[in-house]
């Protein structure tokens, strides 16, 4: 109760980065984790991950071996982000266009699977754009996008930049959500 109220405190003074009143539910959260193969080592990079809702459940399914990256532009939420003791993941303050130079600082130059919460919709077309077209860049070749909206309006730009989408609906959410799952 308190992690959703102290969310909704620096969503109120961000709501221009943010995009979201409310931490995603315990059903989003694995619906958007469900589709990544938990069974082998990952290098996976979460952008927008907030105060690490789904981060938690992230880190809880990966393997030993596995590295998960969370790159947030909010410096309150990547604080409370560093206080997770777990040496498989790094917490990196800048925004997610940077993404390709911040695997290449962390030693990888691909990676498995991105889970993202950035709102697109509220951010400008052209860093919408930077950031996907680097989400595209350091993709594996089977690698995963996986993101969340609150409505169907954007499936059409993912569907111009990924080859096979699928959606998932998540009715126990504030406010409902959909899932795409997207295919290098
Ligand atoms: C809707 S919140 C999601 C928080 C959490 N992952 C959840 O699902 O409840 C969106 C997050 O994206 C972050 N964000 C917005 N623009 C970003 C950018 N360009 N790069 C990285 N993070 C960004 C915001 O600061 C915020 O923490």
Sequence with gaps: MLQAFDFLKESLKN????????????????AMIDPIDFSK??????????????TEYILERMTEESTLIAIEVNETFCEKLKQINDKRFFVVNQSAEHLDEILKHHGYKECDA?????????LPDDLT???????HLVLSQKGLFIQYHYSLFLKKMYNKIFSNIETDFIPINIPPAFVFICQK
Excluded: H, M, W, Y
């Design 41 to 54: 080592n990952q290098v996976i990079v979460e952008l927008g991950p907030g105060d690490g809702v789904i």
């Design 129 to 135: 754009d930077k950031i996907l077209a680097k989400c």
């Design 114 to 122: 991105i889970v993202s919460a950035v709102p697109f919709v509220v």
């Design 15 to 30: 709501l221009k980065t943010v995009g979201s009143v409310a931490r995603s539910s315990s059903f989003l959260c694995k």
